[in-house]
């Protein structure tokens, strides 16, 4: 059978479809990267897997056999995977924060104070966490609060947005961003009120609204990885749920979260998806939080009270 040759009608419509097919697709994409600019702080993303091997870290000593060097962490390895909320929990000086500073590359292998071994993963591919490109892939929230005492939440949101976010939002989308953050937090009543702190600036935000602030501030690109250090310190009850909630919706976006935490409430414990359990730099425990957890302490003999939290007796028993 003949093919039947095109028109020159059929050609100009052929055109037409392709020209409003192209149009339409690249709306479609101005949309999506439009949609990405200004997102919510819950707008999904892919997330990655983080992980540790063997991780070895101690102080140096010039004099060994006088003053024996302290091993803070002994050869401890686990992951940290996309779309969940883990949790590191121990007693104090069990290492958490020296494992969560190895991690995001605030402590290196080039001290001459410090001995650092191990390996890190970053999506199945070591990776050095010094590496300015690596530490742009993870946000680190500190335990101390560190935003100057003269700016406002709003102020201090805003810089953080104009520095890293891409330069062309205009700033009603700077500001769309800002106020997502600030509503979500619970600053929007706080967010023009200074900062404060210190000898000469009393007054100002309660300790739980600067690590909010905080927080806030490192929000803003939405992050793939979130690590924070203690969050909910000095965060009463409620505020410190209202945190870790908002921490948990980021998380099932796609976040790999990690947090540090002194014995959560119940209402916080039920937020928290896996728990790496460390004692005196060993790692304990590293799996599910909730029923699993409570099973493995019951199989070693350490079975829950039925008036202990079960966040509370992990950290009882193996003492």
């Known amino acids: 059978m003949t093919p039947k040759s095109l028109e020159p009608d059929d050609i100009k419509t052929a055109e037409g479809i392709v020209a409003v097919a192209a149009e339409a697709t690249e709306a479609a994409t101005k949309t999506a990267r439009e949609s990405k600019k200004g997102s919510s702080i819950f707008a999904m993303r892919d997330g990655h897997t983080l992980e540790f091997n063997?991780?070895?870290?101690?102080?140096?000593?010039?004099?060994?056999?006088?003053?024996?060097?302290?091993?803070?962490?002994?050869?401890?390895?686990?992951?940290?995977?996309?779309?969940?909320?883990?949790?590191?929990?121990?007693?104090?000086?069990?290492?958490?924060?020296?494992?969560?500073?190895?991690?995001?590359g605030r402590i290196g292998g080039g001290s001459s104070q410090l001995d650092l071994s191990g390996?890190?993963?970053?999506d199945h591919k070591r990776v050095d966490p010094t590496d300015i490109d690596v530490r742009r892939e993870i946000a680190y929230v500190e335990q101390d609060v560190s935003i100057p005492a003269t700016c406002t939440p709003r102020e201090a949101i805003t810089f953080s947005a104009r520095l890293r976010l891409d330069k062309n939002l205009s700033d009603t989308e700077i500001n769309?961003?800002?106020?997502?953050?600030?509503?979500?937090?619970?600053?929007?009543?706080?967010?023009?009120?200074?900062?404060?702190?210190?000898?000469?600036?009393?007054?100002?935000?309660?300790?739980?609204?600067?690590?909010?602030?905080?927080?806030?501030?490192?929000?803003?690109?939405?992050?793939?990885?979130?690590?924070?250090?203690?969050?909910?310190?000095?965060?009463?009850?409620?505020?410190?749920?209202?945190?870790?909630?908002?921490?948990?919706?980021?998380?099932?976006?796609?976040?790999?979260?990690?947090?540090?935490?002194?014995?959560?409430?119940?209402?916080?414990?039920?937020?928290?998806?896996?728990?790496?359990?460390?004692?005196?730099?060993?790692?304990?425990?590293?799996?599910?939080?909730?029923?699993p957890v409570e099973q493995k302490f019951t199989e070693l003999g350490f079975p829950r009270p039925n008036d202990y939290n079960i966040a509370d007796w992990i950290l009882v028993s193996p003492l």
């Open 176 to 291: 769309n961003v800002v106020n997502d953050i600030l509503d979500n937090l619970g600053l929007q009543k706080c967010a023009d009120t200074l900062i404060g702190g210190g000898i000469l600036m009393a007054g100002g935000l309660s300790g739980g609204e600067k690590k909010r602030v905080q927080c806030g501030v490192e929000l803003v690109t939405g992050p793939e990885i979130i690590v924070l250090d203690e969050p909910t310190s000095g965060l009463d009850s409620y505020s410190a749920q209202n945190l870790m909630d908002v921490l948990k919706r980021i998380a099932d976006a796609g976040a790999t979260v990690i947090v540090t935490i002194h014995q959560p409430p119940p209402p916080v414990v039920r937020k928290i998806d896996n728990l790496l359990l460390l004692l005196s730099g060993r790692l304990l425990y590293d799996g599910p939080m909730g029923i």
């Open 119 to 122: 390996e890190i993963r970053l």
């Open 54 to 104: 063997d991780i070895l870290f101690s102080t140096r000593s010039k004099n060994p056999e006088k003053n024996p060097p302290k091993k803070i962490l002994k050869g401890i390895s686990g992951s940290f995977p996309p779309k969940t909320l883990t949790a590191v929990m121990g007693p104090s000086g069990s290492g958490k924060t020296s494992l969560l500073k190895i991690l995001t």
